[in-house]
């Protein structure tokens, strides 16, 4: 599966259940203004655990926090599955 | 130096020194600690204070701390009431206080009082005392302190502190404390925050308060802006300073985590963001008042913590960390309120703790409440909805594990048996549109999980643990 893909669903799908105005997911964009709030970033990281069989936050105990949503797309990607 | 007696904050922060050099500084607002100490935040007529029960519930951090320093050794009782806890809580939590007077910078909030005999706002700045206050002040009183956490029925719960628990023994002025800046991302309304307040005012430092308006990244900017050296918060806190882009921005000397379960890739992560800070963290619980504070870097604390301080006596029994010492809340308010401490006075945290290697770490808590960055969810609450679902015959609510807020809710649900003609749909959509109509958004399950069946124990209860 495209990761991109999966994460920008993700982020439209959350985004929608918590009635959220989510920004224009652009590389550039900073996380904390994409418009989800912390609990929105948990429920994400938990589907995309699901449905992409890792989770980055949890496997490395020393990785820095992506800060931008092209962090965040890099972050999964290099991930190891 | 002697500790200073907390006898009311007042002279206690007067004790701590350093009024003119220090600042309290809010979103829109900042005093000097000379300016809070003498002036008044209350618009309006502010006679006869002396004896009552206050609450206190504005959305402005700030205008609640100068509120508090006002009222504290004037009032009998005052109640500090969270901004983030749904108004619908006021008329009980007034009547459980007694309450005489209520204290708000929000007309809502003095729209749904109830029982409250005066209603009286909150200004935006610190005024000068008018002379008539002075009779006020003239004798000091010990207020009772109450804080309130979350009840498994959906009603907080008011826990009694006084400023002396609260603030313990240990208070002394560093002559260096007045370099140091505190900031916390907690609220003062809550523990944690109020616990760095009293730090502040009773060390004799600066204070930057967050406010529940402002952005991660504009707080952040803000500490920055006002040098801040010393800064707590929740896990939960650091892991969106971290994501956002000005986490930079604040260049702390001590970093201190509480309030959830620490793990190790946190204290890591802010480790690196901030090489040259010390990062520590915390055990303490509003009932429980603080326990200890770990400084080695590591998650969990070493075995010795539980007998090493003469002040603090704490034990594992049952499997939960109990606390016993002058720190602790010293009752809960109100008729049918729990019992606090046992026969010999120790507090039940009821978190439980894991020996492995020398060390203890936290596994979770007994009664299975969840936190979800820094917010409790009582699982019986959220069953308690979903079993209203027409379909559902029970459910177990419970935690998942996530890197961002410590946990998530999920919940196992079992439905009545359905028609055997019946083709309908899973039920699942339905039951958490159920639950967003119901509960607070952290409460909401992530997942429901269809389950033929839920163990139930010989008590007649859910098995909550495997």
């Known amino acids: 599966m495209d990761i991109r893909t999966e994460i920008i669903a993700q982020f439209k799908q959350v985004a929608l259940e918590h009635d959220k105005q989510l920004a224009p997911l652009t590389d550039n964009l900073a996380l904390l203004d994409s418009g989800l709030d912390s609990l929105c970033f948990a429920i994400v990281v938990a589907r995309l655990e699901d449905s992409l069989g890792k989770d980055p936050f949890s496997d490395d105990e020393d990785a820095r926090f992506p800060v931008t949503f092209g962090d965040f797309i890099r972050f999964y990607e290099n991930a190891a599955s | ?466």
């Open chain 2, 1 to 466: 130096m002697q500790p200073v007696n907390p006898a009311c904050l007042k002279s206690s922060t007067v004790a701590a020194g350093n009024l003119s050099s220090r600042i309290l500084v809010g979103l829109d607002a900042e005093a000097t600690w000379e300016e809070l100490i003498k002036g008044s935040i209350l618009e309006g007529p502010t006679y006869g204070l002396n004896g009552k029960s206050v609450v206190i519930a504005t959305v402005d951090q700030f205008r609640a701390a100068a509120a508090l320093i006002e009222l504290d050794g004037i009032a009998r009782r005052i109640v500090l009431y969270p901004p983030d806890l749904s108004l619908e809580h006021l008329s009980y939590v007034a009547k459980t206080a007694e309450a005489d007077v209520l204290v708000t910078d929000q007309p809502e909030a003095a729209e749904v009082n109830r029982g409250v005999a005066r209603v009286i706002f909150c200004g935006r700045n610190v005024n000068p005392v008018t002379a008539d206050r002075a009779l006020d002040y003239a004798s000091a009183i010990e207020t009772e302190w109450i804080l309130l956490t979350s009840g498994t029925t959906g009603r907080p719960k008011l826990a009694m502190h006084t400023l002396a628990s609260l603030a313990g023994s240990a208070w002394h002025t560093d002559p260096a404390s007045v370099s140091l800046v505190w900031s916390t991302f907690y609220d003062m309304r809550r523990y944690g925050g109020l616990h760095i307040f009293l730090h502040a005012a009773l060390t004799g430092t600066s204070l930057v308060v967050s406010s529940a308006l402002e952005s991660t990244a504009d707080f952040l900017a803000r500490a920055g802006a006002h040098g801040v050296t010393n800064i707590s918060g929740t896990p939960s806190h650091w892991r969106r300073a971290l994501m956002s882009p000005f986490a930079d921005r604040i260049n702390p000397e001590y970093i201190r985590m509480s309030g959830e379960i620490v793990d190790q890739a946190i204290l890591n992560q802010v480790q690196a963001q901030y090489p040259h800070a010390r990062v520590a963290h915390t055990f303490a619980s509003t009932e429980a008042g603080v326990g200890f504070n770990v400084n080695d870097g590591l998650m969990g604390f070493p075995a010795e913590t539980l007998t090493g301080n003469p002040l603090i006596d704490m034990k594992l029994k049952d499997g939960t960390l109990r606390i016993r010492s002058t720190r602790t809340a010293v009752r809960y308010l109100g008729k049918d309120s729990p019992v606090l401490k046992d026969v010999e006075g120790y507090v039940d945290t009821g978190d439980t703790l894991e020996l492995r290697a020398g060390r203890y770490y936290f596994t979770g808590r007994r009664d299975g409440t969840i936190n979800v960055g820094g917010y409790k969810v009582h699982p019986e609450e959220v069953e308690a909805v979903i079993n209203r679902h027409p379909l559902v015959a029970m459910s177990l609510v419970k935690a998942k594990k996530n890197p961002i807020t410590g946990a998530l809710v999920v919940a196992d649900v079992v439905l009545k048996p359905l028609p055997a003609d019946s083709s309908a749909d899973p039920p699942q959509h339905d039951i958490l549109q159920f639950c967003r109509a119901e509960l607070a958004p952290h409460m909401v399950p992530t997942v429901i999980n269809i389950v033929p069946m839920l163990a139930v124990g010989e008590s007649g209860k859910l098995v909550r643990r495997a």
